[in-house]
């Protein structure tokens, strides 16, 4: 065994080198972090164009369908999407009783956390803050999974996130849920991944209020890795507000979501109260979601645990 393995370690490079070489048009390739992990694809590119903010490329691969892709890091994938957006609306919104709710998408560019809030009749309003609108007019254009932003309890604004929450802390404005559905922390949503930023957003939600954080999960001979930090070497949001302590209150929840690297994907709840989030208080049945998801979503692994600690 011993001198088989050093012989199959070495072929591997030569036979992607070759698998490369039959047909480089379409052979696309994730930005690779500081983890070394990367996706491959066979794929077409449908569109690329470099805005203001980052690059956007739209992918289409023969299985999994249109990709959305934000400076060389996967966003969306029209397969799986449902899972990931699902997860991150149904288990907030339906783990605790809300009269009414209102809702603050920070980034949501793809729309489908945005679809998956309007489901509920109790959400009176959703203020969604994108800063690039060409990541919502492409994504309507080439995935299609997005809601509906005509629908009259949809605020749109295409500003910077941090400028909005800064002016929504004057006008003593709050939220029941803030979700952060940001990309990687290398584009223009480096500057929401620090200090400053978690603490004017912990002014802005309301007394039972909460913020939701997601990130995919690696786990490595030395422990857990975060996406999030490996792409830049810096630090990501569940480990700021551990360190930090802006909110006294972490849950953690988790799913599968294949195409996603490492393919684990924990969501993080901060709020002010002992929220429990556990037990879902309306029968909903979506396409990934249903309470026996919910419910099961909390059983952590013990190598996840230390999260809430």
């Known amino acids: 065994m011993g001198g088989i393995r050093p012989m199959v370690l070495q072929r591997r490079p030569l036979i992607l080198s070759k698998i490369l070489a039959a047909d480089p048009k379409n052979w696309w390739k994730e930005r690779v972090g500081e983890f070394g992990v990367s996706l491959l694809l066979n794929a077409k590119t449908l569109h690329r164009e470099t805005t203001k903010y980052q690059d956007i490329e739209i992918l289409e691969h023969e299985q999994f369908g249109r990709i959305l892709v934000l400076d060389g890091y996967v966003q969306a994938c029209q397969a799986d999407e449902f899972i990931y ?13 809300h009269e009414k709710a209102s809702v603050l998408i920070v980034g949501g560019g793809d729309g489908g956390i945005l679809r998956e809030v309007l489901v509920h009749d109790f959400v009176e309003s959703v203020t969604m803050v994108e800063i690039d609108r060409r990541v919502i007019e492409l994504s309507n254009k080439f995935l299609n999974i997005q809601g509906d932003y005509h629908d009259p309890r949809v ?3 295409i500003e910077d996130a941090a400028t909005f929450v800064d002016a929504a802390i004057i006008d003593r404005k709050t939220f029941d849920l803030i979700i952060l559905d940001l990309t990687e922390p290398v584009g223009p949503s480096a500057n929401l991944f620090t200090e400053q930023f978690i603490s004017s957003l912990t002014r ?12 995919s999960i690696f786990i490595s001979k030395e422990g857990s890795h975060f996406l999030q930090e490996e792409s830049t070497g810096g630090e990501n949001l569940i480990n700021v507000m551990r360190r930090k302590k802006f909110l006294p209150k972490i849950d953690m929840y988790r799913t599968n979501i294949p195409f996603f690297p490492g393919a684990d994907f924990g969501f993080f709840i901060y709020s002010q109260n002992n929220i429990c989030l556990r037990e879902p208080v309306l029968n909903f049945t979506g396409k990934h979601y249903d309470p026996e998801i ?16």
């Open 155 to 157: 605020s749109l604004r």
């Open 85 to 97: 957006h699902e997860m991150a609306v149904h288990v907030p919104l339906l783990g605790c009783n």
């Open 294 to 309: 919910h419910r099961a979503a909390f059983v952590l692994p013990r190598w996840q645990r230390y999260l809430l600690k």
């Open 204 to 215: 802005v939600i309301s007394e039972k209020g909460m913020i939701l954080d997601s990130d």
